[in-house]
């Protein structure tokens, strides 16, 4: 009994402050140390990635960014997602930031975006200050970060001695984002990764949200019981949007009951329409370990090293045109 699903899971590194309002869906939360373990055993299993989140009732929680940026240093085939909302963090910085990590790790890295408000940084300058939809918000965020992460293609940077060329700056363009949220020139100031560039996540909540969403995202995640309806709604609207069914991957987000076996979980794979799962654990790091190493492990084989993309079965990375950004908009 195996599969060729990715697998996924999901937790965040932080400590406990207040135990009330903790509730029978709340992640694992664990110390960086126990993240270290759960990493290389995740990995050693055939985990395709660690989804870490950026917030937990009841906890403070350190930056997925910076989790992310350490626990890479000590896997070379495991994947990573961080989970960052577009609240505090400029598009141009968290561009850079998550570029940054994925060539880092040899394009092993990608971002779950989330709705929500704008930035000390760009607010002052917003270019209509009646825009307050975080669901708009998201849509510009989401396509800057993507003609970001295209306007410096890794074949640009030359570095050639003899014909005394640093790099093609022709092939360098500019984002050239004007919307009602943010106002971005670019380019950044350094090359794609090898995965072409960093994978984006959206995770939303029912299938009416896929419509928004759909035009951006490189996968999306929804919970596992919506997953018929999300499939048939990510495949009408990537249609809509000129995209195939290829270029977008769909994880189902499962809550995984203690002392799962294997028969139970792979199941689940094999009965919904899903490109993935992502499962979450509302108990030990300890009862972690014995989903990873029990159950995870007899599912998936381990990976060879790879970049987060191929891991999720996602295409290669097509650069738009400008007619292909209007057309999403």
């Known amino acids: 009994m195996s599969t060729t699903t990715p697998i996924l899971l999901e937790l965040a590194v932080g400590r406990l402050v207040d135990d009330v309002g903790r509730g029978p869906d709340a992640p694992l939360v664990t110390s960086l140390t126990d993240a270290v373990r759960i990493a290389q055993v995740a990995e050693a299993a055939g985990v395709a990635g660690l989804r870490l989140l950026d917030a937990a009732p009841g906890f403070a929680v350190l930056d997925p960014t910076v989790v992310v940026s350490f626990l890479a240093g000590g896997t070379s085939a495991l994947g990573y997602l961080a989970d960052v909302p577009t609240t505090h963090h400029a598009p141009y910085n968290l561009a850079r930031r998550i570029l940054s990590i994925d060539r880092a790790t040899g394009g092993r890295a990608g971002l779950v975006l989330r709705p929500g408000e704008g930035d000390e940084v760009t607010i002052a300058v917003v270019p209509d200050p009646s825009a307050r939809d975080p669901r708009q918000r998201w849509c510009e965020y989401a396509e800057i970060l993507r003609r970001l992460w295209d306007s410096f293609p890794a074949e640009a940077l030359v570095g050639d001695q003899h014909s005394a060329i640093f790099v093609r700056d022709e092939l360098i363009r500019p984002a050239g984002f004007d919307g009602r949220f943010y106002r971005v020139s670019g380019p950044l100031d350094g090359p794609s990764s090898v995965q072409g560039r960093p994978v984006q996540v959206a995770a939303v909540t029912d299938a009416a949200e896929i419509a928004c969403v759909v035009g951006h995202a490189d996968a999306v995640v929804v919970d596992v019981a919506a997953a018929p309806l999300a499939d048939a709604a990510l495949t009408a609207e990537l249609e809509r949007v ?88």
Do not use: C, F, K, M
């Open 242 to 329: 000129e995209r195939t069914r290829a270029e977008v991957a769909l994880l189902g987000r499962i809550q995984v009951p203690p002392a799962v076996d294997a028969d139970w979980l792979y199941g689940r794979v094999a009965t919904q329409s899903l490109d993935g799962l992502v499962l979450t654990v509302n108990g030990s790091t300890h009862e972690l370990l014995a989903l990873i190493e029990n159950t995870v492990s007899r599912l998936v084989a381990p990976r060879p090293t790879g970049t987060l993309r191929e891991a999720l079965g996602l295409s290669p990375v097509a650069v738009r045109t400008a007619d292909q950004r209007e057309s999403v908009a």
